[in-house]
């Protein structure tokens, strides 16, 4: 997350710029109904009906089913433009020979059919084969959060940061007033208070075996716990200056959950041992504030920094640099992977089950965690940055960006890809959220309702819809498909600072300036 004087940071609110809505083309003619007593409607000539048949749409398109990855399957197809995405599952599903029916999305040129085949194509040529991406859905789906089901205090400053364990079962918080809290999103009831630190909590991390969590101070400590103890295993003096962000090393390469990374004000980001308290590498090379970190699920570590760039480094070869991603052209305050979403659960499904034995949890993780990576085609890596600009990068290949994204008028402080791999989302000061295409920064959609900077995203563990909290006190629950407002929810006092959906999609969890714990339901 970014460094706390970030939250404070303010700036003119953006002018609505909407998008134009994309009309019908072609209106049918000679089928407007006259009324009673006039005279009936001319019909056209023949050399008009001429013109007319020529410029309608053709009643169907060769059509081609391709992967997300482009890998064809089945033949070519002449498919009726009045197709629907129901009648396009019936279809895919057919030519995979599933035994049971799987849910799919289907997207023409990174446009999701929504209505019809017709409409997603628009205006666009039909005199060469269609594409139709087909991408698999979550077998199960997430109903909106509607409700606020319990305000829970305890924190006596502002709550930072909240985040559920990998299995859903545990909820934590971080805040101002030096203490961790833990809750029980069933009973929606405090559970401990964890106090280890002298100043600011400012980020938290579960590990993706659901059994440690981290947390990270303004003080310079991080503190290793072991919910629902309330009594540190591991308090280390880890930095000079105070704790920005933390990650896990991912349980398929760390099965025993026995390696973290922290990243501080200070320009350094170190790798621990979660066991001994000892540093077993620094990564020195920043020039400037490490503002954030990631650890891929192949072997490398990604950091961001106030120095405008993105370092990659390989983790298993004592963090050496395998190389700087340039671009930005002021601070770094975010990133993201693609792959964060089966990361952060790691072997846990959605019913928050996971098998006991570490070896098949870690190969139930692996599986999961190439699935996803598969589904974006590598594993791509975001970053936002005070310059309005987000970059999308695929740091394996190399360091020249995949896209440059444009179109925020104040800085971006926070982005997230779904959970499928196949939209990045980007918030901004400037009260809005932006959508983009995952694997290529293509835009896709502006949603607008906030009135204030916009902080942090999250995503429902279906893909299917987004939360944002804002600034303006409110959190906001949007649709993906309609790209539209699905649930406005007011109840805070003051500003939003973080947001969290559950794994299993029953509840959102809220924590802001007001000191509340906010807790959603549908």
């Not at 995503?459 to 406005?488: C, H, N, P, Q, Y």
Request: proline share 6%; glycine share 8%; with cysteine.
């Amino acid at each position: 997350m970014a460094e706390v004087p970030s939250f404070l940071k303010e700036g003119p609110s953006q002018n609505p710029n909407p998008k134009p809505v994309r009309g019908n083309p072609i209106a049918p003619p000679g089928n407007e109904l006259a009324p009673p007593g006039a005279a009936a409607p001319t019909r056209p000539s023949a050399t008009a009906a001429s013109a007319a048949d020529d410029d309608a749409p053709t009643g169907s398109v060769i059509a081609q089913f391709e992967t997300s990855t482009g890998e064809r399957s089945g033949p070519q197809l002449d498919v009726p433009l009045g197709t629907t995405s129901a009648q396009l599952q019936l279809i895919i599903n057919s030519l995979l020979a599933n035994e049971d029916q799987v849910p799919y999305s289907f997207y023409v040129a990174e446009q999701e059919i929504a209505a019809s085949l017709g409409q997603a194509i628009g205006d666009a040529s039909t005199e060469q084969a269609i594409r139709i991406v087909y991408v698999p859905q979550a077998v199960f789906r997430v109903r909106a959060v509607s409700r606020c089901s319990s305000t829970l205090p305890g924190h006596a400053e502002s709550i930072l940061s909240a985040s559920f364990s990998a299995d859903g079962r545990l909820l934590a918080t971080g805040s101002g007033d030096h203490s961790v809290r833990l809750w029980d999103p069933n009973t929606e009831l405090p559970k401990a208070t964890l106090k280890a630190h002298r100043d600011w909590v400012l980020c938290i991390a579960w590990s993706a075996c659901g059994r440690y969590l981290l947390s990270g101070g303004k003080d310079g400590l991080v503190a290793v716990w072991a919910p629902p103890q309330a009594e540190a295993v591991k308090t280390i003096r880890a930095h000079n200056k105070w704790v920005n962000a933390l990650a896990w090393a991912p349980l398929h390469t760390d099965p025993e959950q026995g390696r973290f990374c922290s990243a501080s004000k200070d320009g350094t980001a170190k790798v621990w041992d979660r066991v001994t308290g000892r540093c077993l590498f620094s990564l020195m090379g920043h020039a400037a504030s490490v503002s954030c970190v990631r650890w891929g699920g192949e072997g490398l570590l990604f950091t961001g920094s106030h120095d405008r760039t993105c370092k990659v480094w390989a983790a298993e070869d004592q963090g050496k640099l395998v190389r700087s991603l340039e671009g930005h052209g002021h601070w770094v305050n975010c990133i993201a992977l693609s792959t964060d979403a089966a990361l952060r659960r790691g072997a846990f499904d959605h019913r928050g089950s996971a098998p006991v034995d570490p070896e098949a949890a870690a190969a139930a993780a692996r599986k999961r965690f190439e699935e996803v990576r598969e589904a974006g085609g590598a594993e791509l890596l975001a970053s936002g940055s005070d310059d309005f600009t987000s970059f999308l990068w695929s740091p394996a290949a190399g360091k020249k960006p995949v896209v440059r994204m444009t179109g925020h008028v104040q800085l971006v402080n926070n982005v997230a890809f779904s959970p499928d791999a196949q939209w990045l989302a980007s918030a901004s000061f400037d009260g809005s959220v932006r959508l983009w295409a995952a694997r290529t920064g293509k835009f896709a959609a502006t949603l607008r309702g906030h009135v204030g900077a916009v902080y942090q995203l999250c995503w429902s563990s279906d893909s299917r819809m987004l939360a944002s909290g804002s600034k303006d006190s409110t959190i906001k629950v949007w649709d993906l498909k309609t790209r539209k407002l699905k649930e406005d929810l007011p109840g805070h006092a003051d500003e939003v600072y973080s947001v969290d959906w559950s794994p299993d999609g029953r509840h959102v969890a809220t924590g802001g300036k007001d000191r509340n714990l906010k807790m959603w339901r549908n």
